[in-house]
């Protein structure tokens, strides 16, 4: 089973940016896509974004992502920019990966998970 480990959250203003990482490995794991999903507290686990693992193009976004927030992949590591925070993004970030090759927004859909990172946004 792949293996995720997320990194780069932390304690950031409003208006600031952060990268998040995830970094996977794994043997005999085809991964078909991975996602980012968050967990606001005290809310229901959400998605961010998507990518399809082969796709250099192929993307999702969830609409409070689209404008700010970018996914991308380079060799096993995926990465999460988020540009203009404010403290809605406050939140724990997850990676998630999947074996079929189709984006999906639906946590039910990713069979292996990281342990999450901390993204708290100060006002």
């Known amino acids: 089973q792949v293996r995720l480990v997320e990194s780069g959250g932390g304690l950031v203003q409003a208006e600031d940016s952060l990268t998040l990482s995830c970094t996977t490995s794994?043997?005999?794991?085809?991964?078909?896509?991975l996602a980012w999903f968050r967990q606001p507290p005290g809310k229901e686990r959400e998605f961010v974004t998507g990518?399809?693992?082969?796709?250099?193009?192929a993307r999702d976004y969830s609409d409070s992502a689209r404008s700010r927030f970018t996914i991308s992949r380079d060799s096993n590591t995926m990465y999460l920019h988020m540009n203009s925070l404010n403290p809605e993004d406050t939140a724990a970030y997850f990676c998630?990966?999947?074996?079929?090759?189709?984006?999906?927004?639906?946590?039910?859909?990713?069979?292996?998970w990281g342990q999450g990172t901390q993204v708290t946004v100060s006002s």
């Open positions: 990518l399809l693992w082969n796709s250099p193009t």
């Open positions: 794994g043997h005999g794991f085809n991964i078909g896509a």
């Open positions: 998630a990966a999947r074996r079929l090759r189709e984006l999906s927004r639906s946590a039910a859909d990713f069979h292996s």
